[in-house]
């Protein structure tokens, strides 16, 4: 089950989990700045059922468009996960991400104001899990 707010389910404390990447939200923003967000569940253990997210910037070109640049952590992750899809244009995220299987690293990252928080993905591996 999705749920798009943070605070409306239990988050995943840092550490590795096998997990399940069940909302993409390609054009995700916040305070103006677009971004890819990936939303994951995680599929065993204690947590299951917990969620984590990662983001990605996108750049914004001269005329004001958003776009995936080609040296992003996007494109990085890409080139590591989908390695037959790095060389192709135009590929929806929906279709790489959504309902596959991940091992994903998740830690704590603190805010400008120094407050924790949680579920922040910050590495994706891929993984031989199917359920």
Same mark, same amino acid.
């Given at each position: 089950?999705?749920?798009?707010?943070?605070?409306?389910?239990?988050?995943?404390?840092? @550490?590795?989990?096998?997990?399940?990447?069940?909302?993409?939200?390609?054009?995700?923003?916040?305070? @103006?700045?677009?971004?890819?967000?990936?939303?994951?569940?995680?599929?065993? @253990? %204690?947590?299951?059922?917990?969620?984590?997210?990662?983001?990605?910037?996108?750049?914004?070109?001269?005329? @004001?468009?958003?776009?995936?640049?080609?040296?992003?952590?996007?494109?990085?992750?890409?080139?590591?996960?989908?390695?037959?899809?790095?060389?192709?244009?135009?590929?929806?995220?929906?279709?790489?991400?959504?309902?596959?299987?991940?091992?994903?690293?998740?830690?704590?990252?603190?805010?400008?104001?120094?407050?924790?928080?949680?579920?922040?993905?910050?590495?994706? %591996?891929?993984?031989?899990?199917?359920?």
């Amino acid at each position: 089950m999705f749920i798009p707010r943070a605070e409306e389910i239990p988050q995943v404390p840092k @550490g590795e989990y096998d997990a399940k990447c069940v909302y993409v939200n390609p054009k995700w923003s916040f305070l @103006g700045n677009r971004k890819i967000a990936l939303y994951f569940e995680i599929t065993e @253990g %204690e947590h299951k059922h917990k969620q984590a997210r990662r983001f990605y910037n996108q750049g914004r070109r001269a005329d @004001g468009e958003f776009e995936i640049r080609s040296k992003s952590k996007f494109m990085k992750d890409i080139k590591k996960l989908f390695p037959e899809k790095a060389d192709e244009c135009g590929y929806d995220p929906n279709d790489l991400f959504e309902n596959k299987f991940f091992k994903i690293t998740v830690n704590e990252i603190k805010t400008k104001d120094g407050t924790e928080k949680n579920s922040i993905v910050t590495i994706i %591996e891929n993984t031989d899990v199917v359920f």
